[in-house]
């Protein structure tokens, strides 16, 4: 079986094996390359966009030549994953960099409770993820394009600045409470989403939080800066939320995240109340996704589930109203009452009956793609573009090569 494997240092470190369940042998074949396929005496994969060969044993698992690039231009994830595939009578199929759809444009948008939409001044572009600042001047947001870079966007200039550079996926971000620091998941330096922060006007470097082995998605922070909330994609539990202490006194060397929901279900999107004794989380432990609220810190004491059918929590700043997506993906409110240590939630109300775009990570799992006003009047919402603005379809360009083992065989031939 081949396989690849990922390294903190990012798809340049990784690595091609292969493990033999008869023996259990596990061989690191080739450095610096991912997506291995195996036929007709060939090993074929992906390294910066362009796909190698060597020629290899079977039998022995041996690599038995230096390779050799022989496509260049196929379309690759930041994950290393390569479109191509091969048959064993020696065709290849691949697309080529320019088959990439182009990002579909979407408009920020604020909207009303009673439904009416206020444009925003800035440019259509892929928006995934918009959150507004502490002082309601700026929004941070993810721009899911070729590049898919953090921007911050300021609503009084109508300008739009780029945070992030370089290919790395960035997503998930969360202000700190100074308003002057941002908090994101970034594949920088690695496939696998971990932690950064940077001043938000983009001065001095980026500080790497975590060093995860497991994808983290940060969601939201506690009022006095000190723990981020977090959750993480587990394969063995699916996802937990999770928190990491970020305060002065936490070492950056010897910071982890700590467990905080850690059940069989899948527990995404942990919003902590203003107050900072409450959070709010969507899980599916139902067997369809309910926004639930728990204590904080102590989040075994009780559970409330707030929704009936319901994804992507958000409070209002006063935190007497929680709002949410409900199963149709529409805003949908919940009136709180809360005195002292006793927590009981209101009838869900509808407030919205347009939908609009909800928010996934790049993994396909729900993420917040709304955010709410301080006076807790507006949304912030991401709006689709019409159909008869949308870009067209690049024509179809899907390479196929037949008898690509002659090639082969030229390029790598026996010595």
Not at 228 to 237: D, F, R, V
Request: proline share 8%.
């Amino acid at each position: 079986m081949l396989f690849s494997i990922s390294t903190p240092g990012g798809l340049e470190n990784s690595q091609i094996a292969v493990f033999n369940p008869k023996t259990g042998e596990r061989r690191v074949l080739l450095g610096g390359g991912t997506a291995a396929q195996y036929g007709g005496g060939y090993l074929v994969y992906g390294a910066d966009s362009t796909l190698r060969a060597v020629r290899f044993d079977v039998d022995r698992l041996a690599v038995l030549s230096d390779p050799v690039p022989v496509v260049e231009q196929v379309m690759t994830a930041n994950s290393g994953a390569m479109n191509f595939a091969m048959s064993t009578t020696g065709s290849l199929v691949y697309l080529p960099t320019s088959a990439a759809m182009p990002a579909t444009p979407r408009s920020l948008v604020w909207v009303t409770r009673q439904g009416r939409e206020q444009p925003i001044d800035l440019p259509p572009r892929a928006y995934a993820d918009p959150r507004i600042s502490p002082d309601g001047t700026r929004v941070a947001v993810g721009i899911r394009d070729q590049q898919s870079d953090m921007w911050i966007g300021d609503f009084a200039r109508k300008t739009l600045t780029r945070l992030t550079f370089g290919p790395a996926s960035d997503q998930a971000p969360v202000w700190m409470p100074d308003g002057k620091r941002l908090v994101w998941a970034s594949q920088t330096g690695t496939s696998i989403p971990n932690i950064f922060m940077q001043n938000a006007d983009g001065a001095g470097p980026m500080q790497q939080l975590t060093s995860s082995a497991l994808p983290l998605f940060s969601t939201s922070v506690t009022s006095d800066g000190r723990r981020l909330i977090l959750w993480e994609n587990n394969p063995k539990t699916t996802q937990d939320i999770v928190t990491l202490d970020v305060s002065e006194s936490s070492a950056a060397g010897t910071r982890r995240v700590e467990p905080l929901i850690h059940t069989s279900a899948a527990e995404v999107d942990g919003e902590i109340s203003p107050d900072g004794r409450w959070l709010a989380y969507q899980s599916n432990e139902s067997g369809q996704p309910e926004v639930f609220v728990r204590p904080f810190p102590g989040v075994d004491a009780a559970r409330w589930q707030v929704s009936s059918g319901g994804t992507r929590p958000a409070w209002a700043r006063n935190g007497q109203e929680l709002f949410y997506l409900d199963g149709q993906g529409l805003l949908t409110s919940v009136p709180l009452r809360i005195a002292g240590s006793s927590f009981s939630a209101g009838n869900p109300v509808r407030l919205l009956t347009t939908k609009y775009y909800p928010g996934f990570t790049g993994l396909g799992i729900d993420l917040r793609g709304y955010d709410v006003s301080q006076d807790g009047q507006r949304f912030l919402m991401i709006k689709d573009a019409p159909v008869e603005q949308s870009p067209s379809s690049p024509p179809a360009s899907i390479v196929l090569v037949l008898n690509w083992f002659e090639e082969l065989k030229a390029r790598l031939p026996v010595k």
